[in-house]
């Protein structure tokens, strides 16, 4: 045992160098495969380096090849350009060259022409100019003819308008000789003046809508206090009121304004005029209408129609407080446009009083109608009671003959003693009964009964 012992240490310390020594190899070859593969790493990139450096060549090669190219394109071109200049030039000169010709051979055809031209018309002037002035002179014979018809034609149109100029200058001669006259007349005669003022008041009031004798009297008489008065028009008014007009016509003051030879003058008489207006309006104040008419709703104003509305307008614009002073006066001065405008809204009132009228007599008529109906709806519900009680009595009647004849009577037929081939058929009831007149509210919610046959 004690021999055996060195060589167990000798065989493990082989053991543990053959270890050793395996190991380091290992390490060894790692070591080299490590070295290897760097190596092989710079082989690849020297071979890269040396693929990349052939390529900057051949890319070198290539950029000398294009450059020349483009040398030979541009000098190419330097040529192609030249010899364009030069064909154009020669083009230049072709196209000259050709106008030049052409111009003289239009300029050798146009001498041509002309000579050709100068010689047929020298030839007519030698032995034709007949045929050449024939033509001109039917030419000239008809504008000589349409010449004296157009000549004829004014001198007839030219006596037509002198004429009728002389036509109308006796129509306004004789326009001015009536015009005339009547100035005078409504001048010197103050019945003439009495008489237009009423037609003219007359016709404002049928504008307006008024009738004669119908809505407005015309010349009524009443008494006054100082004896009788006779207003142009009473106008009857709804509700039985009525409203008096007057006519007044005071315009010799205007006719001679118009005349007159200057401004002052035409002012000065114009503020006449409106003093003699304002005279006539304190005159029919004074008689007071409204006190004698016999209505007692006639309205406490007068009407003062002036037979023009420009009277009215010059009035006011020389005298500023005539107006204010006829409203306090109780008279209303009125132009034509003023008096239509009045007799409108009286004839409008005379519609509306109609109007209500017709409503009331409405109102009676409906009133009656109502009475009547509901007179009728008695009447209709005693023929409905009647009626009902005329269908319990059928009913009644015809269960006694089916409970009380046919059933006899049927006893016939089973003995023997009636035709086989005819039946007693039974006699239906009546169900239908009369509607009775409901109330407007039972009517509203209570649907009408289904109608029901035999």
């Not at 109308?168 to 005669?189: C, F, M, W, Y």
């Not at 106008?235 to 009121?241: A, Q, T, V």
Request: with cysteine; aromatic share 6%.
């Amino acid at each position: 045992m004690p021999e055996s012992l060195p060589a167990l240490l000798l065989a493990a310390a082989a053991i543990a160098a053959a270890v050793w020594f395996a190991y380091r190899a290992s390490k060894a070859g790692e070591a080299a495969a490590t070295a290897k593969a760097r190596f092989e790493g710079v082989d690849l990139i020297r071979a890269e380096r040396d693929r990349l450096a052939g390529e900057c060549e051949t890319l070198r090669e290539e950029a000398g090849r294009l450059r020349s190219e483009l040398a030979a394109e541009r000098a190419a071109a330097s040529t192609r350009q030249a010899a364009a200049e030069e064909h154009a030039k020669a083009l230049t000169e072709h196209f000259g060259a050709l106008a030049a010709r052409a111009l003289d051979a239009n300029q050798q055809r146009f001498l041509s022409l002309a000579n050709e031209t100068f010689e047929k018309h020298r030839q007519a002037a030698q032995g034709g100019v007949k045929e050449v002035v024939t033509p001109a002179q039917e030419a000239l014979a008809k504008l000589a003819t349409q010449v004296e018809a157009l000549e004829k034609a004014r001198k007839e149109e030219q006596g037509a308008l002198t004429q009728q100029m002389r036509t109308i200058g006796e129509d306004l001669k004789e326009h001015k000789n009536v015009t005339g006259k009547l100035v005078h007349a409504l001048r010197q005669s103050p019945k003439a003046r009495g008489r237009w003022g009423e037609h003219s008041l007359r016709n404002a009031l049928e504008m307006g809508g008024l009738a004669p004798r119908v809505d407005f009297e015309e010349q009524t008489t009443v008494d006054g206090d100082g004896g009788k008065l006779r207003p142009d028009v009473v106008i009857k008014m709804p509700g039985g009121r009525s409203v008096v007009v007057d006519s007044k016509v005071a315009f010799s003051a205007f006719l001679d304004a118009i005349e007159a030879p200057d401004e002052a003058a035409r002012e000065l008489l114009l503020k006449k005029h409106a003093s003699e207006l304002r005279n006539h309006m304190k005159a029919l104040s004074s008689k007071e209408y409204w006190k004698h008419l016999p209505s007692t709703d006639t309205v406490d104003f007068v009407v003062m129609f002036v037979p023009g509305d420009n009277l009215v307008h010059e009035a006011y614009e020389r005298d500023h407080k005539l107006q204010d002073e006829a409203f306090a006066s109780k008279v209303i001065i009125a132009g034509p446009s003023g008096m239509v405008a009045l007799a409108r809204i009286i004839a409008f009132g005379w519609r509306q009083e109609h109007s209500a009228k017709n409503a009331q007599e409405i109102a009676t008529l409906g009133r009656q109608l109502y009475e009547r109906l509901s007179q009728m709806a008695g009447n209709i519900g005693d023929v409905g009671k009647a009626l009902g009680d005329s269908v319990t009595a059928f009913n009644t009647m015809i269960h006694n003959i089916d409970t009380r004849v046919f059933v006899t009577a049927r006893k016939f037929k089973e003995l023997g003693a009636a035709d086989a081939g005819k039946e007693i058929n039974p006699v239906e009831m009546v169900e239908a009964s009369p509607r009775r007149l409901a109330a407007p509210e039972q009517l509203e919610l209570t649907p009408p009964p289904p109608r029901r046959g035999r």
